[in-house]
């Protein structure tokens, strides 16, 4: 009933960017928060940031002051700014969101972008 496509990930080397995006489409009413998630092989998956319809955000101390997360809510696309990455920031990325579908809270994930730092 929801999908999320996530974009923007690939090969950077330690110092640069990355923009990932990511657009949901289906049958919701609206999306509540909307945040960006990562993981990396034998480890639990961590938040790394969040953003709520009205714009309040939350990071993981190991990304603030280098990643900014925004929402465009009409077009219902979440953006993760990724600056002065790091080796340690290599993870597969997924999107997250909570959305109200026929007035129930659900949420979703997306498929996950690999994001790789090294030179």
């Known amino acids: 009933q929801v999908q999320l496509v996530e974009s923007g990930g690939g090969l950077v080397q330690p110092g640069g960017s990355l923009r990932l995006s990511c657009a949901a489409s289906g049958r919701f009413s609206s999306i509540n928060t909307m945040a960006w998630h990562r993981q990396v092989p034998g480890k639990e998956r961590e938040l790394v940031a969040a953003?709520?319809?009205?714009?309040?955000?939350d990071y993981v101390d190991s990304v603030k002051g280098r990643f900014t997360i925004s929402r465009d809510n009409a077009r219902n696309t979440v953006y993760l700014q990724m600056n002065s990455l790091k080796p340690e920031d290599t993870a597969v990325y997924f999107c997250?969101?909570?959305?109200?579908?026929?007035?129930?809270?659900?949420?979703?994930w997306g498929k996950g972008t690999l994001v790789t730092v090294s030179s």
């Open positions: 953003i709520s319809r009205e714009g309040t955000t």
């Open positions: 997250n969101i909570g959305a109200v579908v026929f007035g129930r809270d659900m949420n979703y």
